[in-house]
Each structure stands twice: as C-alpha cells, then as structure tokens.
C-alpha cells in the first residue's frame, strides 16, 4: 500500500512538472556586481558570484578580453567588493570578508576556522599579484595614489602603498563615527561626516598640519560632502532631524533641507537653497542610492536629487543666483547617479521613460542635456564610462543579469564563455498587470504563465512578495541579487504548472512618493495587505487558478505580509512561505531605530502591534515553512521562533529550515538552493494534499 502511495505521489507531482530542470540550473548564472572603470577609462572590473564562488575580472582596452584576476574557490560565504583604481590604474584595491553584528562576530555561515572580517587586499595590475593591505573597509585613495584611507569599525585609518614597513595609523580621533569619506582634489584635506545619533558635523582633516575641525556645526544632521573641483568650496546638505518617526511608516512632509556651501578660505558657510516645505521636504536616504548627493558642474552649478514633483528627479541649482533648471523630466524617479572619468558627464539609472524597468542616462553637465543610452526593452544599470564607450550592467525577462561593453553603438557581452550552458532556455516573459486593492489603491503585479497555458485548465498559483520595503520588482531578472533569485524561482514555478504572480505592493520604489509613503503602511497601519488580498481575489478570479491552491511566499518584508494573509485571511490561502519574516513591529523597529523602547511610547506600540501578523495570529490555520538564518542583523531570529511557538500551540503545521550563523541576504549559495528547493517541495506537498 506504502509503495502505491508513494508512486501515486510522484505521478502527480510530475503532473506539474513540465520542466525536468532544478532550481539550482536557475541559479547557476554567475551575478556581476561592483562593475568599475579605471580612471583613464581604460580597462574595466567586477565580481563574479558564481556559485557563491567569488572573483574579481578585468577587461581591458582595445580588445576588452575579460580575465579572472583572483583565485578564490568554492562557496566560502566571504563578501568581495569594494573595487577601486589607483589613481594611475596600477593597482586595483578590493575588500573581502563580512561585516560585525552587534556582538562584534563577523557574519560565518560557512564555519570557516579563520578570521572572516573585512580585509583590505591590492592587486599589482602589471604583474596581477595580489597581497594583503590592512584589516578594513570602506577604501579611498588618495589624489596622488601614495595612500590608502578606509576605516576599521567607527575609525579612519591611514597607509602608505609604497612603504611595505608602513605601519596603519589611525587618522584622527573624533567622537561617534565616521562615515562619507572626500579627499581635497589637492589631496591636502580629507573632509567627512561625523555621525552622532540625532545629528552629525562635517569635519576637516588637514593633513598637514594634524588638524581636525568642524567648520560649521549645527542641530541638523549635516551630510554628503562634495568638494568643487578647484578645492576652493565645500557643499553639503544640512537636514533636519526627524523625531520619533518609527522607520516604515509614511512621511511626506518635514522641516526642509538645504545646500550649503563652505568657503574654505574664509571658513564661512551660507545657504544656497532651501527645499522648502512640502513635498520634497523629505531627505529620502535610499534614493538616489549612491554614496554621493551633490555633484559641481565644471560652470560651478550644483546637481542634486529633489522629490518636489513627487519622483525623486536630478535638479541644478546655481548657487550665486540660486537660480534652479529641472533635469529629469518625466514619470519615473532616477535611482543610481555615478560620476565620469570624463568630469562633465553624470551616469544616471533611472526608469523614466521605461517605469517597469531600468535605463542609462548620460547626464551632460555643460548643456544638461540627457542622452538615453539604454537598449529598448533590457533592463540596463552600473553604468561606468570606458575610454571609447561604455560599460554597464544588462538583464532581460530570460536573461540574467551580465556585464555588458558598448562600443561604436555596438553592444557585447563580456565574459560570455562564464556563462553555464545549461542555464533554462525556454523562460517566460511576465505580463505587466494593474490591480486596485478594495480602497482604491492602485498597484502594480507581474503574471507569469506556464509554457503552452492552456485557459481551460486550473493551475495553482503563487504570490511573491518582495521585501524592503523599499524595492521594485522589473519585467525581467533584477539588478538585485535576492531579488535575481526570486524571479528564477517564480519563472520555475511557472515552468513547473504554476501560475506565478509577482506584486509591487504599495511603499515600494518605483512609482513615485506618493506610492511609496502610501497613507497607513507598514508600522502605521499595514495598508499594503489590502494589495496582497486584492492579488489573491484577482488569482481566484481567474478562470485558470484553482482558487484552493493560491500560496504567498516572499522574504524579509515579504514574509511580513505572507504572514499578514495567513493570519487575517487563511480561507484565502492554502498555506505560506515566510523567509525571515517580521511578525511584531514593536521586536524589529529597534534593530533601526535604537531610540524606540515601546514602552516609552505607548499609542505608537499600540498601533504598531495592530499593524503586526501577530495581532491576528488567533485565526492563522494555514501550514507555513519558516525559513531563517541565526545571524540575521535585520529581522531578529526570534521573530521566527516566537511565531513558531504560538502557531504550535494552536496546532497549526510548522515547517522551519535554519541556516547556522547565516545573515539576512543569504551569503552562501548553498543556503540560496537549500531555502528554494525547501519551498518548492513544501508548496509541492501542500497542494498535492487531499
């Protein structure tokens, strides 16, 4: 009887398996990241993560054959990245090793018997040797290329390149941390921010004469300095603090920020320009997510992000006459902006124009004018400029991700012969839809069907929810490598007899402020339920899906709302896969704002509790796999254990998968292919139930 069973199982298992390929092939692409030019945009370099099998690669100019630099093997579960040119483009710098929890343990998931902190290395581009540097992290060279500066924990070291004797020393001594690190052009000053809780100082460092100041302090959180190319000014913004504002919860309106300018030969600073109130009075510190936020045009203007429109867009400003020029134009917000080695040119990513996807923009700063520089259709990022074209990173609804060359209008793949070859070559491409949640709230969702869909059927679906919840899911693999994983595993749920939808709930990216702090989100009233309960009616609607078998699955935020509807709507849902989920506002927000003890603050613990899963827990029926790693720095472990507790004791079915020492975003790729194929063969069991 067993054996009949048994065999009954995996006839109807391969039922819905059409596609005999594993989740670990729709893995398997090595994702690039850190993709850097040389100063005189001659050569270019990246990390491959294959496999969880990092190294770094070089291509160079005329031919652009790439070439692994580095010999690192296996799936260590060591980060690598950091990349940066020295000034001549001799020496190319890279970190490797994890960052700290809040014990001082460096992340280790792979149980390595060895020190896995943050690691300064050098490669020798002549010889392509490489040698160790200094513990650290967070690497800039100096103007002259003699000189590294990065920092160890809160602290800014200091080290000769040339001198192999040259021992590190710490640069300065200053309270709280130290953070935005900007050389002089004449190499002379070294200006950053000094973080201090409720606010911060730009400081000085004056080389030599060893000696720190802050020239201008203030109330406010001054940030993002941005020397003008003579060295002769220093712009930053200064930006109010925001009290008791728990993190996920919608604001559209403060005090407003400002630009002010330092002349550094009369140390005084004035006010250029003022957000002013209203929309745009709000720093959003996730965009443009780059490190800098001020860019000199060589005419002495000053570019910078600015949400007044209500999309967070390029302006200049011109700070003698504080006459202000709008940039970007259009529906859709510029995400990444990167300077050129050709100095009057800004890289922008942005999806004006293409709002379900990603394009390049080449910023002129004489003219201010805008060239697209994007393929129609790819989703396009990591721009760096190269000598004779350019380099960037490329995606499509079947292809992941890959560093790309432009040369002569012409586009080329970089490294192609990396690429696996049994990679799936029959994906889907996504069908964009609209849905409107019962309060009117319009949202944004991706369907994908399976091969050779046919409409008479009823398939089981799932929902992926993404976390953040600051993100976008795209019309293709993401620029993101979580985010990469997660439309794989949508497209071999689709491959496999799923109808799979992706939803781009309301507070994520992508479309606008008003989307984004979108009323009574997250800790304020976990409003983006109604859009995950809408693409569940939306799928039972559906002629094709079996309106019984519909299973939300997603990550971090994600887990946060697959939670939600199994708490507050299991007749809705068949079961759920929540990775690393939050379940109590009132345990997570501290691990972001370490102000916040719900104690002290009562109404707002209230409604943040009432906007957690675990205020409906009582009605949660449907089976869940839990899946986390103990080393997690953003979603507390025991947010897992705590809910795993409560749903046995009111025999609901508990399933769990935990990764020893693993940290948020999953840093071995083992632990990548483990925690999919666990969902899979969850989801698989759950909807072969009788």
């Known amino acids: 009887m067993r054996k009949i069973l048994t065999y009954l199982v995996l006839f109807l298992l391969s039922a819905y398996q059409t596609d005999a390929q594993s989740i670990a092939q729709y893995l398997s692409a090595p994702f690039p990241t850190d993709l850097t030019a040389s100063p005189d945009g001659k050569a270019v370099a990246w990390v491959f993560n294959s496999e969880g099998e990092r190294n770094i690669f070089l291509a160079e100019s005329p031919n652009f054959e790439a070439k692994k630099i580095t010999n690192f093997e296996g ?16 020496i190319l710098a890279f970190v490797r090793g994890n960052s700290r929890n809040s014990s001082g343990e460096a992340a280790n998931p792979a149980q390595l018997q060895e020190n896995t902190d943050f690691k300064i290395h ?26 590294l500066v990065y920092k160890i924990g809160r602290n800014v070291y200091w080290k000769s390149l040339n001198d192999s004797s040259s021992q590190q020393e710490r640069l300065f001594v200053s309270r709280g941390g130290s953070s935005q ?17 409720d606010h911060s ?86 965009l443009p997510a780059e490190a800098d936020r001020l860019w000199w045009t060589p005419s002495g203007q000053l570019v910078f992000p600015w949400e007044k429109n209500g999309w967070m867009q390029l302006y200049a400003v011109n700070p003698t006459s504080g006459e202000v020029k709008h940039l970007t134009k259009g529906q859709g917000i510029v995400e990444k902006v990167k300077t050129s ?20 923009y080449s910023l002129d700063l004489n003219s201010f004018d805008l060239e697209d520089l994007s393929e129609k259709g790819n989703i396009n990022w990591s721009p760096v400029r190269l000598e004779d074209g350019l380099a960037y990173l490329s995606a499509t609804a079947t292809r992941p991700a890959w560093p790309y060359i432009r040369q002569n209008d012409n586009s080329e793949p970089l490294a192609e012969e990396f690429f696996p070859q049994d990679f799936p070559k029959t994906l889907i491409k996504p069908l964009g839809l609209d849905l409107q949640a019962e309060d009117g709230f319009k949202t944004r969702a991706q369907l994908f069907l399976p091969p050779n869909h046919d409409a008479t059927k009823k398939y089981p679906a799932v929902i992926f929810l993404h976390g953040g919840s600051r993100r976008q899911m795209l019309l293709g693999f993401n620029y993101s490598p979580y985010y990469s994983n997660a439309y794989a595993l949508q497209q071999y749920f689709a491959a496999n007899g799923f109808i799979a939808l992706t939803l781009n709930y309301r507070s994520g990216i992508g479309y606008g402020m008003d989307f984004r702090e979108a009323e009574n989100y997250g800790a304020g009233g976990a409003s983006e339920v109604l859009d995950l309960m809408a693409a569940a009616d939306y799928l039972a609607a559906r002629p094709d899906v ?20 199994l708490a507050q709507a299991p007749e809705k849902f068949l079961a759920g896969v929540d990775i690393h989920g939050v379940h109590n506002w009132n345990n997570d927000i501290p691990v972001f704002d ?35 790693g103990d080393d997690d720095r953003n979603v507390l472990f025991s947010e897992s254990v705590e809910l795993a507790e409560v749903l046995r004791k009111q025999g609901v079915e508990v399933e769990q998968l935990v990764f020893p020492d ?21 989801i698989m069991k759950q909807i072969q139930k009788p």
């Open 662 to 682: 693993e940290v948020h975003s999953f840093i071995l790729h083992s632990n990548w292919v483990k925690a999919y194929q666990a969902t899979i063969d969850f």
């Open 594 to 628: 370490s102000w916040y003890e719900p104690e002290k603050f009562p109404e707002m613990a209230e409604l943040a509790f009432k906007s957690s899963p675990m205020a409906y827990v009582e009605n949660w029926e449907d089976p869940v796999l839990l899946i986390h």
């Open 201 to 286: 100082f730009i400081g000085i460092w004056d080389f030599e004469q060893k000696k720190l100041t802050y020239p201008e302090t203030s109330l406010d959180k001054d940030s993002y300095p941005a020397w003008s190319p003579d060295g002769k000014q220093l712009a930053y913004l200064r930006i109010p603090n925001i009290n008791n504002l728990l993190s996920f919860t919608a604001i559209k309106e403060s005090n407003p920020w400002s630009i002010r300018v330092l002349d550094m030969e009369t140390m005084k600073a004035e006010e250029v320009w003022n957000s002013g109130t209203g929309p745009g009075s709000v720093v959003v510190w996730d």
């Open 341 to 360: 080695y050709k100095k009057d040119e800004l890289l922008l990513t942005s999806n004006i124009g293409d709002i379900e996807r990603r394009k390049i």
């Open 546 to 565: 079996d309106s019984s078998k519909i299973i939300p699955w997603g990550g971090s935020y994600g887990g946060f709302l697959t939670a939600h509807g």
């Open 181 to 197: 690190l900007s050389f002089s052009p004449d190499g002379e000053k070294l200006a950053f921010v000094s973080t201090r809780g």
């Open 75 to 90: 799936d260590e579960g060591l980060g690598l990245g950091e990349l940066a040119f020295s000034p001549d483009g001799k």
């Open 122 to 147: 050098l490669i020798d581009l002549t010889t392509l040797k490489t040698r160790y540097f200094s513990p650290g992290s967070t690497i800039t060279f100096s103007p002259d290329g003699q000189a």
